[in-house]
């Protein structure tokens, strides 16, 4: 089984900054691509930062320049750094991971969610 523990949510006033990680264990043989989604209310799930295990990255137009993300393989851990943050980034965020349990199977785990309210 695998977990992945997400923590660093909380309030903060725009033009702040958060850092969330998300940490996985458990039966984990390599992960692969990790990401972080958000969903705020009455809305869907959108993915707006992914990291390879090369370290490519990509982001959702509406924070690139504003997020960054990052992972430290050694730890199984997924960094999310948020400045400069907006009262339209107040969502849930989630970590995901493909996770490899053996040499050939792999599926996707997500995190329980962080709560993420910026003030105006």
């Known amino acids: 089984q695998v977990q992945l523990v997400e923590s660093g949510g909380g309030l903060v006033q725009a033009g702040g900054s958060l850092r969330l990680s998300c940490a996985a264990s458990g039966s984990i043989f390599r992960i692969s691509d990790m990401g972080w989604y958000r969903q705020a209310a009455g809305k869907q799930r959108e993915l707006i930062a992914a990291?390879?295990?090369?370290?490519?990255?990509n982001y959702a137009d509406s924070v690139k320049g504003r997020f960054t993300i990052s992972r430290d393989s050694a730890k199984n851990t997924v960094y999310l750094q948020m400045n400069s943050l907006k009262p339209e980034d107040t969502a849930v965020f989630y970590c995901?991971?493909?996770?490899?349990?053996?040499?050939?199977?792999?599926?996707?785990?997500w995190g329980q969610g962080t709560q993420v309210t910026v003030s105006s």
């Open positions: 990291i390879t295990s090369g370290g490519n990255t």
């Open positions: 995901n991971a493909d996770v490899y349990t053996t040499i050939r199977t792999h599926y996707q785990y």
